[in-house]
T-cell receptor
Framework: QQQVKQSPQSLIVQKGGISIINCAYE??????FPWYQQFPGKGPALLIA?????SEKKEGRFTISFNKSAKQFSLHIMDSQPGDSATYFC????????FGTGTRLQVFP | DGGITQSPKYLFRKEGQNVTLSCEQN?????MYWYRQDPGQGLRLIYY???????QKGDIAEGYSVSREKKESFPLTVTSAQKNPTAFYLC??????????FGEGSRLTVL
């Protein structure tokens, strides 16, 4: 019940395309759902986050869609760029932050 | 600059040796965390501390030890009891908002 399941494990997208990463959870007590972006050899950094009382949050090209009834949330990257190539982690917070297993995104020109 | 500093960035260790990874923050955050990152397994919590002189085990604490004598510092010792210590170790801190701020990591390789 404490797990966060993330898919796909890896994703290849052409420049200008849409990248979509999905996460699912079981614990309805989770109250905060962030996405972290990690470049090779660096620590993760917060990209965007959402709370369960909101169904969508957009920041620039990045959008979180949140479906409370389905216990799923997803990250959409519009107009994907080669500079977006990184590993993305979803997470959910109960009494601590639980991370998904990560998605390696590669955007080719 | 405010942030989290981890050192060393790369560390090699022989089997049977203890090593200590340093983590220092000047963000004035109360909470600090240590995560281990392995390919395909995401971030797994080793230990965390919410206040000075107090810390709790995370999901994979066996073979590790920590101390929190100062607010700014949260060193992690990887002991010889850790059976598979080769990994990328990440330190993080957090204010009350819940957002984690990560350091750049330390890569430990056991020879």
């Amino acid at each position: 019940q404490q797990q966060v399941k993330q898919s796909p494990q890896s994703l290849i997208v052409q420049k200008g395309g849409i990248s979509i990463i999905n996460c699912a959870y079981e614990n309805t007590a989770f109250d905060y759902f962030p996405w972290y972006q990690q470049f090779p050899g660096k620590g993760p950094a917060l990209l965007i986050a959402i709370r369960p009382d909101v169904s969508e949050k957009k920041e620039g090209r990045f959008t979180i869609s949140f479906n409370k009834s389905a216990k799923q949330f997803s990250l959409h990257i519009m107009d994907s760029q080669p500079g977006d190539s990184a590993t993305y982690f979803c997470a959910a917070r109960g009494n601590k932050l639980i991370f998904g297993t990560g998605t390696r995104l590669q955007v080719f020109p | 600059d405010g942030g989290i500093t981890q050192s060393p960035k790369y560390l090699f260790r022989k089997e049977g040796q203890n090593v200590t990874l340093s983590c220092e923050q000047n963000l004035n955050h109360d909470a600090m965390y240590w995560y281990r990152q392995d390919p395909g397994q995401g971030l797994r919590l080793i230990y965390y501390s919410q206040i000075v002189n107090d810390f709790q085990k995370g999901d994979i604490a066996e073979g590790y030890s920590v101390s929190r004598e100062k607010k700014e510092s949260f060193p992690l010792t990887v002991t010889s009891a850790q059976k598979n210590p080769t990994a990328f170790y990440l330190c993080a801190s957090s204010p009350n908002t819940g957002e984690l701020f990560f350091g750049e990591g330390s890569r430990l390789t056991v020879l």
